[in-house]
């Protein structure tokens, strides 16, 4: 028979994989079970055996007791939380004309925040190493120092290898492909350290905030590049090497060829990104902008050959995602993006055709809703996940049960550059 036990730490019990102080962090922040009573209930261990876990995450930092009162048939019990104050994460969303970076507490709330004009064309050695030298003054500034640094989360506007943690052929991050970002990182981290297309985190702050009880959303960003990201079964799915999703550099057939930055043409976001629709206006000598906020301005000055393209847009971008619609058949389509920010000229036609040309059961309940983000939904994303992965059962198990805080030392201790 296979052994299912693992040793603890000391002074605990041994525990199961599948009940073990990660399980009884996941009642607690789920909600499923919030006290010594309910998780003995939950999960059918002795009241003992739950109070050697709880020990365990008390120890740890992870897990107090709130202010809170449950009733119960008993004694009334304080609730147990998650001690969302244990830890820093380190949040960085690359964008093409601006990084944001952040430090967050474990529930993702912003503890300090700045945005920076940074030049993707410096390459990854510069940005890497002034986004660190940031970050730490960050930290220091906050007066944070004394807070474990629990992991990093990097958002990037680029095809990503998550297992990698690496960009991986076309993009606007010229120099970055194959680069190795977390062992740059780590020379002064030493933390788990997170690397994702910066729509999947779009798409997780999106689901894990406002539609965490749906098991299937698809997000839609339009902006000055066109992409999606997909949460199947209430995870996001990556596809098999990262390029789930890249919806952008479909190729749609009907409405011209123009030549996209990729190289190809035709794709839909040579049809309708913010760039594109720049370009076509300058053709049309309907101003002189470059990018999605340009076409936004003119939008906003109501300029109407800007309007129409943005309605234009919408319908075309309609047509890629009714075939996702069909596809996927999502309970939510979440459309956001600096292009989905000015009134409904995008949303109306994205509506009009997904309603026309996806399969009626995939549209009976559907949901279609603009995001409830405004500029913060990256760096949320890249919070979440590091919280998924520290907090995840089996990885927080196998932290604890070796004697290792799943939390590393104080950021005052890093070391110096």
């Known amino acids: 028979m296979t052994d299912t036990t693992r040793p603890a730490v000391a002074g605990t019990a041994p525990w199961r994989v599948d009940d073990g102080p990660g399980r009884i962090l996941e009642l607690i922040t789920t909600g499923e079970a919030r006290t010594r009573t309910a998780i003995a ?98 930290i220091e500034q906050a007066g944070l120092g004394g807070k474990p640094v629990a992991g990093i989360g990097f958002g990037l506007p680029a095809p990503v290898d998550y297992e990698a943690g690496r960009v991986l052929g076309w993009s606007i991050m010229s120099g970055w492909d194959d680069y190795d970002i977390r062992g740059h990182l780590r020379r002064t981290w030493q933390v788990p350290i997170l690397i994702d297309n910066d729509v999947n985190l779009l798409t997780l702050a999106e689901h894990r905030r406002y539609w965490h009880d749906q098991q299937h959303l698809l997000y839609i960003k339009a902006g000055t590049g066109v992409g999606s990201g997909m949460v199947i079964g209430g995870q996001v799915n990556r596809g098999a090497q990262g390029a789930a999703g890249d919806i952008g550099h479909a190729r749609i057939s009907g409405f011209g060829d123009p030549q996209c930055r ?3 043409r035709g794709c839909l976001e040579s049809l309708i990104g913010g760039w594109a629709l720049a370009r076509d206006l300058r053709s049309q000598r309907h101003g002189a902008g470059h990018d999605a906020r340009d076409v936004i301005a003119q939008v906003k000055r109501g300029d109407s050959a800007a309007v129409g393209a943005l309605r234009t847009a919408g319908r075309v971008l309609g047509e890629a995602v009714a075939y996702a619609t069909s ?15 000015i009134g409904d000229h995008l949303m109306a036609g994205v509506r009009e055709v997904i309603y026309q040309r996806a399969l009626p059961l995939a549209t009976r309940q559907l949901q279609i809703v603009p995001t409830n983000y405004k500029s913060r939904a990256g760096i949320a994303g890249a919070a979440y996940l590091v919280r998924d992965h520290i907090l995840n059962p089996a990885t927080l198990d196998a932290s604890l049960a070796s004697g290792r805080s799943p939390l590393e030392r104080p950021a005052e201790e890093l070391p110096a550059r």
């Open 327 to 341: 596809l996927l058949n999502p309970d939510i389509i979440v459309l956001g993006g600096a292009l989905s920010t």
């Open 262 to 264: 990729c190289g190809n």
């Open 41 to 138: 209930q939950v999960t059918g261990l002795s009241r003992s055996t739950v109070g050697h876990r709880l020990d365990t995450l008390f120890a740890a930092g992870l897990v107090r007791e709130s202010d809170t009162i449950i009733p119960s048939r008993g004694r009334p019990s304080r609730a147990l939380q998650l001690d969302h104050q244990a830890g820093l994460i380190i949040g960085v969303d690359i964008g093409e004309e601006r990084t944001r970076m952040a430090i967050t507490d474990l529930d993702a709330t912003i503890l300090a925040e700045r945005v920076e004009r940074l030049a993707l064309g410096e390459g990854p050695d510069v940005l890497l190493d002034t986004i660190t030298a940031t970050v730490r003054g960050m």
